[in-house]
């Protein structure tokens, strides 16, 4: 057998953001309870910490070396053209999130676009038109924001694999990078196994989270009105990732470690259920890994 990709455990504080927007618990408070369940890093969703002057950020990020944990960064969508968004503007917004990602002691900034697919099916030429725009805000970020943090575009539920492959080979910068969400391409009907297949070489980390599909009756439950795709935490639903955290494993050749974050979008104020569901799937995750098969050794023919 081949080499096995090396894969780091982390949380996005997005599984707490319900409770941290109500002020049920402190960031300080979810990093120890992050660190208590035996995961690796933190991954701040940077509107959890815009409240944070610097001396603020440096406080949060000496606890997590205390604590043991590694640090990244979830910014925000670089914007739309569709909604009067400028290249200009999208360059100032990532410029923000890198010197956050730098005062916070992040590899990278994860971006994403301003749009989903799903309402956008008919309109390919709108599509395309904000195909354009990302690729000219990461071409121009990468060109002139300083700094040695990379920027990372999150497939997030909006462009197909190939469309993504076509960002990234159009900026032709190595700082950019893909945020591979294992779960969102069933956000706009695509399988996600040919998808992460096709984007797991470009993407140095990623989300990981599970869906459920909840059928919609009619009142005397005859027939269904259709069905809701519900995210829930990995190993609660249905998602085949057994096989899509296999392709993780079997992507091998890397210097550094793939980082796989949690992401707990099923989450409600005055609920404080996420340490059994982490700790859950924390253990779910470590097995998928284990088990998951190494790369296949390269023939001597090929080698």
């Known amino acids: 057998m081949g080499p096995r990709m090396d894969i780091v455990l982390g949380v996005d504080t997005l599984s707490y953001h319900c409770r941290l927007a109500t002020g049920e618990i402190s960031l300080e408070d979810v990093l120890r309870e992050i660190a208590e369940l035996g995961y690796s890093f933190v991954q701040f969703n940077a509107v959890h910490v815009r409240d944070r002057d610097e001396a603020g950020l440096e406080a949060l990020r000496g606890l997590a070396a205390e604590l043991g944990l590694d640090i990244t960064l979830s910014g925000d969508v670089v914007g739309r053209v569709g909604n009067g968004d400028t290249v200009e503007r999208g360059v100032e917004r990532i410029r923000g999130w890198v010197a956050l990602a730098e005062t916070i002691g992040s590899p990278f900034a994860r971006v994403s676009s301003g749009f989903y697919r799903a309402e956008l099916f008919s309109q390919p030429g709108l599509i395309a038109a904000e195909q354009r725009y990302v690729t000219e805000t990461l071409r121009r970020a990468a060109d002139e924001v300083p700094g040695d943090v990379q920027i990372l575009l999150e497939n997030h539920s909006d462009f197909t694999a190939d469309e993504y492959a076509e960002i990234i080979d159009g900026v032709g910068s190595d700082r950019i990078g893909v945020f591979l969400d294992l779960i969102n391409p069933?956000?706009?009907?695509?399988?996600?196994?040919?998808?992460?297949?096709?984007?797991?070489?470009?993407?140095?980390?990623?989300?990981?989270?599970?869906?459920?599909?909840?059928?919609?009756?009619?009142?005397?439950?005859?027939?269904?009105?259709?069905?809701?795709?519900?995210?829930?935490?990995?190993?609660?639903?249905?998602?085949?990732?057994?096989?899509?955290?296999?392709?993780?494993?079997?992507?091998?050749?890397?210097?550094?470690?793939?980082?796989?974050?949690?992401?707990?979008?099923?989450?409600?104020?005055?609920?404080?259920?996420?340490?059994?569901?982490?700790?859950?799937?924390?253990?779910?995750?470590?097995?998928?890994?284990?088990?998951?098969?190494?790369?296949?050794?390269?023939?001597?023919?090929?080698?």
Do not use: M
């Open 186 to 303: 069933i956000s706009s009907l695509q399988d996600p196994l040919p998808v992460i297949t096709r984007l797991a070489p470009l993407a140095p980390s990623g989300h990981v989270k599970d869906f459920r599909l909840v059928s919609r009756y009619v009142e005397d439950r005859f027939h269904r009105r259709g069905f809701d795709v519900q995210w829930c935490y990995p190993g609660e639903g249905v998602a085949d990732l057994a096989s899509l955290v296999g392709v993780l494993v079997g992507s091998a050749g890397r210097a550094e470690p793939y980082r796989l974050s949690v992401e707990g979008l099923d989450n409600h104020p005055g609920v404080a259920d996420q340490r059994e569901r982490l700790a859950a799937s924390l253990a779910f995750l470590q097995k998928l890994i284990t088990d998951a098969p190494a790369a296949a050794a390269p023939s001597k023919e090929t080698r």
